[in-house]
């Protein structure tokens, strides 16, 4: 049986829920043979990643499939890539606000996911929930943690991507559940 480290957000930037978890908290602990372990995550610069890592590493995961959610878009959104910069719009959970700076120095400018995002996107669309590749991850929390964990994992057989969800009011927590569940199906086939 595969293990998916599948990890979501806690609120942040004022608000007291965040579709990643709303979603996380309606998928099964299984999805055909891939044992799904749910982890949340701080909305915090490093320490997010650092959760992952070492959570991926307890659970001898085979991947890490990382949702946050993106106000302002109407679709679920898989990620194509995540890049060495940090600009924060708005303080992180523990007040840090890194503008325009890189990730890591020595790091690769960045990485291309190793989900099929593209697969991903269409299976998604097929379950009738709006789905599209994206770009961007921007450059706050979401993208910070899919870089470390890409750079961490770089060269191993450890998959990693980043998957981001619209907010509830715009997509409902059962569609956005159905959507993961949808992609990771998919990765796995
Ligand atoms: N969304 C933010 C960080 C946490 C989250 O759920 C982002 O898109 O960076």
């Known amino acids: 049986m595969k293990k998916l480290l599948l990890t979501y957000f806690e609120p942040f930037g004022g608000s007291d829920e965040n579709a990643s978890q709303a979603a996380a908290a309606l998928l099964p602990d ?58 924060a719009s708005i303080p992180d959970n523990d007040g840090n606000s890194p503008r325009g700076v890189r990730i890591d120095e020595s790091g690769a400018d960045a990485y291309f996911s190793t989900f099929p995002v593209r697969e991903m996107a269409a299976a998604i669309n097929e379950v009738g929930v709006h789905a599209a590749v994206s770009y961007s991850a921007g450059a706050y929390v979401c993208n910070d943690v899919f870089y470390r964990l890409s750079h961490r994992f770089r060269g191993t057989d450890v998959r990693v991507g980043f998957i981001h969800v619209p907010d509830t009011k715009t997509l409902a927590p059962t569609y956005a559940a159905r959507a993961l569940e949808a992609a990771i199906k998919i990765a796995f086939c």
Do not use: H, W
């Open 30 to 87: 299984r999805i055909g043979d891939i044992e799904i372990i749910k982890l949340e995550l701080p909305v915090v610069f490093g320490k997010c990643a650092e959760r992952a890592i070492d959570a991926a590493a307890a659970n001898g995961a085979d991947c890490v499939l990382s949702v946050g959610q993106a106000a302002g878009r109407g679709q679920v959104t898989p990620e194509l890539v995540a890049i060495n910069y940090m600009d």
